[in-house]
């Protein structure tokens, strides 16, 4: 049945046009996994959050749908998706898009290495690099939706390919998207990670959902930037994740004498 319900894509789409040339120093983001855009009231949540950002990280996302027009003739974003599956029945494809009102340098898309059991599908994740208006180095920023139903192992394999786009660069990084930690092992293992990249979790004050075993799926790591604010928008209900808005700014190089 799912053979023929789903059919792989695995590539990129890049739409839209950034409207600034440089990233900072005060940055402002949401992340979101907006559900497949399938709940009542989705595009007017995603107008009203995603209208002062600078960086808009969603997944879950798609493409080929009655709302491509925000995202293929936005002259304020350029937007870059990474496509995991089409849905044959409708033609819609679902992946990770990130969206920035600065143009990427560079940009890295990658796939799990296993498939989900049901739907025989992958999941994805996206890095793009942003130049810096107080620094000379540039900001990396990694997108991710890692897989779900499957054993400790292959969870693990997926979060190593993760941080491996993190490897050689020496710059700023922002981690986020929806990381399915909904066991305490998968939590530590990413902590691990984290820790070893010398990355900090972003302290996000919020309630459990029982849909999600009462564990946060979604998550934010930083390195050099400053965060001066994190919020959970509670009161949004159009996906089964809350959205999550955050106010960043870039730290100052250390002056050596």
Known sequence: MFKNRYSPVESLKIMGHASKQLMGPNIEVLLWNVFKCKKK?????????????????????????PFDFHFKKSLKYQ??????????????????KTGSTVAAKKHFFSTSKHFEPFSKTKKMSLATLY????????????????????????FRA???QVFQTLEHHDGPILLAGDFNTWNG???KYFNLLAK?????????????RLNHLF?????????GLTVVDAQVHTDIHSSDHFPISLS??????????
């Open 41 to 65: 009231g989705w595009r007017d949540d995603f107008i009203k959050l995603g209208d002062d950002k600078d960086l808009i990280l969603l997944q879950e996302a798609i493409v080929n749908s």
């Open 185 to 187: 092992k998968r939590l």
């Open 131 to 154: 130049p810096l208006q107080t620094l000379r180095e540039s900001l990396l920023v990694v997108n991710s939706h890692l897989i779900n139903f499957v054993s400790f192992e292959k």
């Open 248 to 257: 960043l700014r870039t730290c100052h190089p250390a002056v050596t004498i």
């Open 196 to 208: 070893s990249f010398s990355l900090t979790e972003v302290e996000i004050t919020r309630k459990p």
């Open 215 to 223: 564990q946060h799926l979604d998550h934010v790591y930083c390195r």
């Open 79 to 96: 937007w870059m998706m990474a496509r995991s599956f089409r849905l044959v029945k409708t033609n819609i494809e679902t992946g990770v």
């Open 158 to 160: 997926h979060l190593d």
